[in-house]
């Protein structure tokens, strides 16, 4: 086992000016399961191929335990990877895939035979070893992949999006039985995958990349709770975090008819900034319906009765998933000093009391519950 090191690891591609992996620094505990995780082109699995070796490190360096790999080939890494495809040999059997790194390294069949049992065991794969990779299923496939690399028995795992070709159900099952898996054998494990909820519910840390760059690195919970800017909150959960651009008023901020209170560092850090409005961020979980006389058990609201607190949200599309329900719909709201701005809003309410399509829900953010972050920068400003 051992620890992996990004020191100011950069990338670029011929021909390109702009690095595809900028000056990226994380450190990997021995044993610990990181998910690399952002949109399309962000640069998470050209930081994978750097690591494995398949991509050159153009600046900075590269760690293993003590060993600096930057410029070892792959071979020479002690690391086993699990593509996306499987990467399977068709004409061979399920025993043979699992043992051929070892066959051409020379370990002798017994040993051999009796470490591919080992982990067949462990995959729940024995009765499947005389098998050829067409005659199982996709979970099953990359059951044999993620096989092929235990008996390898290398210093660090990497996995390039190893569910991406199964169905939702299969992703599911197979995501635990990795994370289970990687928990067992305690193997230092780097995970990349463009599916936040994946990366949220597998790893011990995440790390968001946007443009080649690293944008935080936390536990999920943290992450989810104290996301570092706006690309991350709006990245990280599901639903997204609702993003509404709102004035800055006395004490907090206008929201509808409602003042949400603010803390004093937040607002002080937004008017060195110059910023005139700030960026609230409010889970779908964490509003308050308003009731119809304008109070609610923990209404923030000081406006009259006749005008009901919060922001006026205009329900266009409920989903029922039984305990919960989910409504989107879109809320205009002033901006400081120009026209209305219409923004799309998600609101978590009970799924045995969902809104008609078409009606006008009042919703004001549970105090202690937002997040405010900075329109000019996107940095947040609350703690």
């Given amino acids: 086992?051992?620890?992996?090191?990004?020191?100011?690891?950069?990338?670029?591609?011929?021909?390109?000016?702009?690095?595809?992996?900028?000056?990226?620094?994380?450190?990997?505990?021995?044993?610990?399961?990181?998910?690399?995780?952002?949109?399309?082109?962000?640069?998470?699995?050209?930081?994978?191929?750097?690591?494995?070796?398949?991509?050159?490190?153009?600046?900075?360096s590269i760690r293993i335990g003590e060993r600096d790999v930057t410029h070892l080939p792959p071979k020479d890494r002690d690391i086993a990877m699990v593509f996306q495809n499987y990467a399977l040999y068709p004409h061979m059997t399920v025993a043979d895939n699992m043992g051929f790194a070892l066959k051409i390294a020379g370990v002798p069949k017994a040993e051999i035979r009796q470490k591919v049992e080992d982990a067949a065991k462990i995959l729940d794969l024995t009765e499947y070893l005389g098998r050829?990779?067409?005659?199982?299923?996709?979970?099953?496939?990359?059951?044999?992949?993620?096989?092929?690399?235990?008996?390898?028995?290398?210093?660090?795992?990497?996995?390039?999006?190893?569910?991406?070709?199964?169905?939702?159900?299969?992703?599911?099952?197979?995501?635990t039985q990795i994370a289970g898996l990687q928990r067992r054998l305690g193997i230092t494990t780097v995970y990349v995958t463009h599916d936040q909820v994946e990366a949220m519910t597998m790893g011990d840390r995440v790390a968001v990349l946007k443009d080649g760059l690293l944008q935080q690195i936390d536990s999920p919970r943290n992450m989810y709770?104290?996301?570092?800017?706006?690309?991350?909150?709006?990245?990280?959960?599901?639903?997204?975090?609702?993003?509404?651009?709102?004035?800055?008023?006395?004490?907090?901020?206008?929201?509808?008819?409602?003042?949400?209170?603010?803390?004093?560092?937040?607002?002080?850090?937004?008017?060195?900034?110059g910023d005139r409005t700030v960026t609230v961020g409010v889970r779908p979980e964490h509003f308050d319906i308003v009731e119809q006389n304008g109070?609610?058990?923990?209404?923030?609201?000081?406006?009259?009765?006749?005008?009901?607190?919060?922001?006026?949200?205009t329900v266009n599309v409920v989903e029922e998933l039984g305990a919960d329900g989910y409504v989107y719909g879109t809320a205009a709201v002033d901006a400081e000093g120009q026209e209305r701005v219409v923004y799309d809003l998600v609101v978590r309410v009970d799924g045995r009391q969902v809104p008609e399509k078409g009606t006008v829900l009042h919703v004001v953010p549970r105090p202690g519950e937002i997040h405010v972050f900075s329109t000019s920068t996107g940095e947040r400003l609350t703690d």
Avoid: H, W
Avoid at 12 to 35: C, H, M, N, Q, T
Avoid at 152 to 169: H, W
Avoid at 296 to 311: F, S
């Fill in 132 to 175: 050829k990779p067409k005659a199982l299923s996709g979970g099953q496939r990359q059951r044999v992949a993620m096989g092929r690399a235990i008996v390898r028995e290398p210093q660090v795992f990497l996995m390039d999006e190893p569910l991406s070709n199964l169905d939702a159900k299969l992703r599911v099952q197979t995501r």
């Fill in 225 to 273: 709770d104290r996301p570092s800017n706006l690309f991350v909150a709006g990245f990280i959960g599901s639903p997204a975090m609702n993003l509404v651009k709102v004035p800055i008023t006395d004490g907090g901020v206008k929201f509808g008819n409602s003042v949400v209170p603010v803390g004093r560092e937040a607002l002080a850090a937004a008017a060195d900034k």
């Fill in 1 to 60: 086992m051992a620890t992996v090191t990004y020191d100011q690891a950069t990338r670029i591609y011929p021909g390109s000016d702009k690095p595809a992996v900028d000056k990226l620094d994380i450190e990997i505990e021995d044993g610990e399961f990181l998910v690399l995780v952002g949109p399309s082109g962000c640069g998470k699995s050209t930081s994978l191929r750097m690591l494995a070796g398949l991509e050159d490190v153009n600046e900075g």
């Fill in 295 to 313: 109070a609610t058990a923990k209404t923030l609201t000081k406006e009259a009765v006749d005008a009901p607190a919060g922001l006026a949200v």
